[in-house]
Structure formats: structure tokens, C-alpha cells
């Protein structure tokens, strides 16, 4: 157990849904990153946020979009989804003290658009 | 643009039979290379960080090195249970603190 907890699980939705993935970092970490891993493309890097405030940004689409919330969990909003948005996401944690670290990942969120 | 490639895709080895995992990495300023193990369905498990060419690091029947321009995962007489998929990721000097991945080789260990 990484301590880092994402929900929901799974989720199954229809073409042009949005949807909330929800992430919980590690205690006392202050970063936190979103990654996407589909069969074809791998894990690919989405953002990051530490202590609030984004701090970067990857192959990250405009219908996307994340925040973090003063108790350092975090949000990543999917909205107009289309059938290749299907994938797991995951969301890792790092940066205690404000030193990098080494990102821990959580048990993933299987989101499949029909 | 900051590349990893990890080969070979797909290993399938005899239970004691050791091996070394390969990943070749192109980022503009390395900060830090890390190797995570990867169940299905699961997310990827941290094994190690390497900051420096020449740095090693072990664990258990895995060794992890580094030189400038790649890095390799030994595997000491490895268990079926070490079957998995092993992901590289490099961290560049760019800035962002977010990784770039190769794409894995698959482990697969035979009793």
C-alpha cells in the first residue's frame, strides 16, 4: 500500500460525459501528479500541483483539467469524453518537506467511456 | 523532447535464470531515473532512484545501475513471483516535475 488512495475504482460512462477522479496524496506530501496509461500510448504525464498552486503541465487536453484543494487532495475533472479517453488514470504523490522525492503511485482509476 | 526506451519488450526466463533489463534515456539535464514494477490492473510500485552515472542500488535479487545514457535492472536468480512488468522513468532538468515513461518490459518467470 502506496498510501496514496484514488476513487472511484472504475467507472463507466457514456460519449460526451464528464467525470470526477478523485486522489488522496500520501501524508505530508505536497505534490501531487496525474498520469493517463492506455494500452497504446503507456503512462503519459498530465499535470501537477504541489501545495495548491499548478506547477506543470504535459500532454494534458483543454476538455481536462485538475485542481488541489487546501487539504492537498485533488481533483481531475474529464468532460466531453470521447471512446479513446478509455484508460487508467493514476495519481501519485511526492515532495514531502518540499524536496521531490519519489512519486508513489495509487491503485489507479479505470475509467471506460461507451 | 525527452525520450525513453526500454527493451526488450517481452522476457520470459526460467525460474534462477538471471537477466538484465535495459532502458535508454535521451532528457536534457537528468535529475533522476526510476525504475517502478508494475502488477495488472495495479498501480506501479517504486523500486528505486538513480541520480548519478556510476550509482547503483539493490533490493532483494533486483540491482539497478546507471550510466550516461541508459540504465539496467539486473535480476539475480529471479522467482516466479517477480513476474511483472518493469517500467523505466527519467525525470529531466526542464523543470517540470512530472516523468517521462518507456513503455515497459513485461517479466515473465517460469518455475
Known amino acids: 500500500d502506496s498510501g496514496v488512495t484514488q476513487t472511484p475504482k472504475h467507472l463507466i460512462t457514456a460519449t460526451g460525459q464528464r467525470v470526477t477522479l478523485r486522489c488522496s496524496p500520501r501524508?505530508?506530501?505536497?505534490?501531487v501528479y496525474w498520469y493517463q496509461q492506455s494500452l497504446d500510448q503507456g503512462l503519459q504525464f498530465l499535470i501537477q500541483?504541489?501545495?495548491?498552486?499548478?506547477?506543470a503541465k504535459g500532454n494534458i487536453l483543454e476538455r481536462f483539467s485538475a485542481q488541489q484543494f487546501p487539504d492537498l487532495h485533488s481533483e481531475l475533472n474529464l468532460s466531453s469524453l470521447e471512446l479513446g479517453d478509455s484508460a487508467l488514470y493514476f495519481c501519485?504523490?511526492?515532495?514531502?518537506?518540499?524536496?521531490?522525492?519519489?512519486?508513489?503511485f495509487g491503485p489507479g482509476t479505470r475509467l471506460t467511456v461507451l | 523532447e525527452d525520450q525513453v526506451t526500454q527493451s526488450p519488450e517481452a522476457l520470459r526466463l526460467q525460474e534462477g535464470e538471471s537477466s538484465s533489463l535495459n532502458c535508454s534515456y535521451t532528457?536534457?539535464?537528468?535529475?533522476?531515473l526510476f525504475w517502478y514494477r508494475q502488477d495488472p490492473g495495479k498501480g506501479p510500485e517504486f523500486l528505486f532512484t538513480?541520480?548519478?552515472a556510476g550509482e547503483e542500488k539493490e533490493k532483494e535479487r533486483l540491482k539497478a545501475t546507471l550510466t550516461k545514457k541508459e540504465s539496467f535492472l539486473h535480476i539475480t536468480a529471479p522467482k516466479p513471483e517477480d513476474s511483472a512488468t518493469y517500467l523505466c522513468?527519467?525525470?529531466?532538468?526542464?523543470?517540470?516535475?512530472?516523468?517521462?515513461f518507456g513503455k515497459g518490459t513485461h517479466l515473465i518467470i517460469q518455475p
Open positions: 501519485a504523490s511526492s515532495a514531502r518537506g518540499g524536496t521531490i522525492g519519489n512519486p508513489f
Open positions: 501524508s505530508g506530501d505536497l505534490s
Open positions: 500541483y504541489y501545495n495548491g498552486e499548478e506547477r
Open positions: 532528457v536534457s539535464g537528468l535529475r533522476g
Open positions: 538513480l541520480y548519478s
Open positions: 522513468a527519467a525525470l529531466s532538468g526542464g523543470g517540470a516535475d512530472g516523468l517521462t
